[in-house]
């Protein structure tokens, strides 16, 4: 059974380009979530979707970060005209959507390095 | 108050030594909580849940005293494998209580 998969591991991109994150769920699971890690500090929640929809985006900054999870695919995290504050580990966990479960477990991340 | 304190460290013990970390949160309403582990550069790993007064797992205890808003882990002959950062987690019990919420880790150097 694959663990939690994220692609890219690595990301390099220039200040005001796109990044593109993508996370794909434990086999079963259907609820994704997206973590940012700064340099140095802690994981700090920043989205929680199920398949289509955005439970609780209350994490996430108000400009140029969106995430979606479609109904086929995998969640993306979008980061658009990144700035060099961008430069984090993004990490995104999954968990079952049996009642009560919330262990979540966590993708190897993607680090991004803005230029 | 931040909602999940921890234990500054860094902790340098040496190997077969006992260590334990510290942990407070501040919404009295959590039910449960995890110690996660962390490796360099790497994505944090469940190590433990914490749903009662406690749980063990072989080297390895969690206590919790609802009263004091106080969880603690305990490791006993650490091994050199036990080097990482540890971090204690707590979901978020308003709005959407899958969110979790993380200290900022409390970081462990086992010694040979």
């Known amino acids: 059974n694959a663990g939690v998969m994220q692609n890219p591991r690595h990301l390099v991109r220039r200040r005001g380009q796109e990044a593109r994150l993508r996370c794909s769920p434990m086999k079963g699971h259907s609820h994704v979530y997206w973590y940012r890690q700064l340099p140095e500090e802690g994981l700090k929640f920043m989205v929680y979707?199920?398949?289509?929809?955005?439970?609780?985006e209350s994490g996430m900054p108000k400009e140029r970060f969106s995430a979606e999870f479609p109904k086929e695919g995998p969640s993306i995290l979008r980061i658009q005209q990144v700035v060099r504050g961008d430069s984090a580990a993004y990490f995104c966990?999954?968990?079952?959507?049996?009642?009560?479960?919330?262990?979540?477990?966590f993708g190897p991340g993607t680090r991004l390095l803005v230029l | 108050r931040k909602e999940v304190e921890q234990d500054p460290g860094p902790f340098n013990v040496p190997e077969g030594a006992t260590v334990a970390f510290n942990c407070t949160y501040s919404n009295s309403a959590s039910q449960s909580f995890f110690w996660y582990r962390q490796d360099c550069r790497k994505e944090p790993k469940l190590l433990m849940s914490v749903y009662s007064s406690g749980n063990e797992d072989g080297r390895f205890t969690a206590q919790l005293n609802r009263a004091s808003q106080y969880i603690s882990l305990l490791i006993r002959d650490s091994k050199l494998s036990d080097s990482a950062t540890y971090l204690c987690v707590v979901p978020r019990t308003s709005g959407s209580a899958r969110q979790l919420t993380f200290g900022s880790g409390t970081q462990l150097t086992v010694l040979p």
């Open positions: 966990a999954s968990s079952p959507s049996r009642a009560g479960e919330e262990t979540q477990y």
């Open positions: 979707l199920q398949k289509e929809n955005i439970i609780d």
